[in-house]
Structures are given as structure tokens and as C-alpha cells.
């Protein structure tokens, strides 16, 4: 049982470059998330979608785009990156209201 | 604006005894309420829930208590075992906000054997 795949778990990234955050999931969720969690802080709302077409903007959208061509497949993409983007990137996905499954997590790191 | 708010950032306690992980809240419209557990290098995973119907909700060593009036709900660990050692977030949400979570900033809980 996979689960939320996230890809990678660990990256470097200079000021000024980009990248893409993979997030696969196979339980056939329609809700799917990515949460950043910054140190002593909580998990902080990017991006959510209800389902393939489908993506709003959560608490903290500045500087990331997503998509969501299909049901098991939501990127987080980041776009010209910056210190203030260092952070561990939590894909997560659920059936509807409440419960989450989340993935392992991505740390990034911006020089 | 922190709705969720944990306002202990770490909790030491002895193995066997009770653990209490609390939580408040700002926002009276959230009507559903669940605590997560994270340990190091992992994703969250879903420990309980409760609704705001209710005012507690047990499931084997883990009990949670809501209490509306107050705005604050609290987490009970009983007994408390050294693998129960990770970072116990408490989480949100309420219909007209949609299915998001708003978490709080999390407690880390270290149990001594």
C-alpha cells in the first residue's frame, strides 16, 4: 500500500531556480493538499483540490502554482525560488472531511 | 491569525503516567476537531477526532475532550509508553471554511522510561 508518495525527499535549491514537487496518491481520493510546516510553527495550507480540474489557493499560495490533471496526481510548483521557501512540504490526500493521509514529506533548502 | 493554538511547545512525563496535550481555539464555528501524530521524518497520521457534538471521544489509550464553552480541547494519553514520543498536532475545521484543516503549531511529547 503506497499511499501519498511524495518526490523528491530532499533538495537544494539556489535563489532564482525552479522546481517541481511530485505528489502521487492511490486510494482514489478527490481532496488532495500541500502543507509546509516551518519550524515551531504548524502545517500551513498552499494548495488544496477537491478533484481533477479542480485547485484554490489556502492560506500561504504566494510563490507556488499547482495543478491537478488527474485524481492521483497533484504537483506543487515552485517558481523562482526564495529563503523564505525553506521548508518541509507535506503532500496529503482524503475521501471528503476531516481524516488526511499524508505523505513522508519534502525538505527543500534554498541557498 | 492563529485560530489553533498549542500553546505548550514540549511535554516531559514519565512512562505509565497520563499524558495531557491541550489545545485552544478561536473560532467557534469549527465543528470537527482531530489531533495528529508526527514523528521525526515522517508524515502526520491521524491519532482521533471528535465532533463539537460531543465533548469526548475515547479510543483505547487515547481520549479527547472538548469543551466548547471554553474554546479548548485537550488530549489524554493513558498510559503513556515511550513509543508515544513524537510531535502531536491538533487540527480544525468547520464546513463554511471547506474540507481545510487549520493546525496548530504542535506539542513534542517525550516519554521517559
Known amino acids: 500500500n503506497a499511499g501519498v508518495t511524495q518526490t523528491p525527499k530532499f533538495r537544494i535549491l539556489k535563489i532564482g531556480q525552479s522546481m517541481t514537487l511530485q505528489c502521487a496518491q492511490d486510494m482514489n481520493h478527490n481532496y488532495m493538499y500541500w502543507y509546509r510546516q516551518d519550524p515551531g510553527m504548524g502545517l500551513k495550507l498552499i494548495y488544496y483540490?477537491?478533484?481533477?480540474?479542480?485547485?484554490d489557493k489556502g492560506e500561504v499560495p504566494n510563490g507556488y502554482n499547482v495543478s491537478r490533471s488527474t485524481t492521483e496526481d497533484f504537483p506543487l510548483r515552485l517558481e523562482l525560488a526564495a529563503p523564505s521557501q525553506t521548508s518541509v512540504y507535506f503532500c496529503?490526500?482524503?475521501?471528503?472531511?476531516?481524516?488526511?493521509?499524508f505523505g513522508e514529506g519534502s525538505r527543500l533548502t534554498v541557498l | 491569525d492563529q485560530q489553533v493554538k498549542q500553546n505548550s511547545p514540549s511535554l516531559s512525563v514519565q512512562e505509565g503516567r497520563i499524558s495531557i496535550l491541550n489545545c485552544d481555539y478561536t473560532n467557534s464555528m469549527f465543528d470537527y476537531f482531530l489531533w495528529y501524530k508526527k514523528y521525526p521524518a515522517e508524515g502526520p497520521t491521524f491519532l482521533i477526532s471528535i465532533s463539537s457534538i460531543k465533548d469526548k471521544n475515547e479510543d483505547g489509550r487515547f481520549t479527547v475532550f472538548l469543551n466548547k464553552s471554553a474554546k479548548h480541547l485537550s488530549l489524554h494519553i493513558v498510559p503513556s509508553q515511550p513509543g508515544d514520543s513524537a510531535v502531536y498536532f491538533c487540527?480544525?475545521?468547520?464546513?463554511?471554511?471547506?474540507?481545510?484543516?487549520?493546525f496548530g503549531a504542535g506539542t513534542i511529547l517525550r516519554v521517559k522510561s
Open positions: 487540527a480544525a475545521y468547520h464546513a463554511e471554511y471547506g474540507n481545510k484543516l487549520v
Open positions: 496529503a490526500s482524503s475521501p471528503g472531511p476531516g481524516e488526511l493521509f
Open positions: 483540490s477537491v478533484g481533477a480540474g479542480i485547485t
